[in-house]
């Protein structure tokens, strides 16, 4: 069955440290993958979309890696600050026009 | 551009009620979502329209959800007879083009069933 799996578990770092979140899929061949942020009773927010011959996709702090032999993309936030803390989810599509979410990981960034 | 907006935020009602949420997308935008996310999950796909015509419905998504968007502009889900698993944020989001890029989200209904 098709699963995309992100780790459950809080991600706690230091403010200034780079924070790497991991979104790892089975059985889905994704044209491209995205990743969203949530802040708690809020929608989720676009944050970045990589296309699947893309291996590296950058926005000011924020990059994401696309892996499709390992199936995983890896988003990272350099720098990172208590404004960052939220839960970010990965998103992509199997087929169809349905976007599918993972779980999601929340981050915490501590002073 | 007032984003995706929906109508009520919040939502209190007694099992075995309907109820009915309405989201309004971004006006030129011409796909339009509804996701239902609990707790500590991401969001759920439920149905998709592409203008008016509705395309895609969740396998999950008993006879008692109806969903439409008349005229291809604002939609509302419907819930009938709820229960208390219907008990959610529900999500309307909308996107343009026609591939599934970047979708833009409304902040939700919440709803609550007792």
């Known amino acids: 069955s098709q699963k995309i799996e992100q780790n459950s578990e809080a991600l706690n770092i230091q403010e200034g440290k780079t924070a790497t979140l991991t979104c790892n899929y089975t059985?889905?061949?994704?044209?491209?993958l995205q990743w969203y942020r949530q802040d708690p009773g809020r929608g989720p927010v676009f944050l970045l979309l990589i296309r699947e011959n893309e291996k590296e996709k950058r926005k000011e702090r924020l990059k994401v890696t696309f892996d499709t032999t390992l199936k995983q993309s890896l988003f990272h936030i350099t720098a990172s600050q208590p404004a960052d803390s939220a839960t970010y989810l990965c998103a992509l599509t199997g087929g169809g026009n349905k976007l599918t979410f993972g779980t999601g990981t929340q981050l915490k960034v501590e002073l | 551009d007032t984003g995706v907006s929906q109508d009520p935020r919040h939502k209190i009602t007694k099992r075995g009620q309907n109820v009915t949420f309405r989201c309004d997308p971004i006006s030129e935008h011409n796909r339009l979502y509804w996701y239902r996310q609990t707790l500590g999950q991401g969001p759920e796909f439920l149905t998709y329209?592409?203008?008016?015509?509705?395309?895609?419905k969740s396998r999950l998504l008993s006879d008692r959800f109806s969903a439409e968007r008349p005229k291809g502009s604002f939609s509302t889900l419907e819930i009938q007879r709820t229960e208390q698993g219907d008990s959610a944020m529900y999500l309307c989001?909308?996107?343009?083009?026609?591939?599934?890029?970047?979708?833009?989200f409304g902040e939700g209904s919440r709803l609550t069933v007792l």
């Open positions: 989001a909308s996107s343009f083009g026609v591939n599934t890029g970047e979708l833009f």
């Open positions: 329209f592409q203008n008016e015509a509705q395309l895609e």
């Open positions: 059985n889905y061949s994704p044209a491209y």
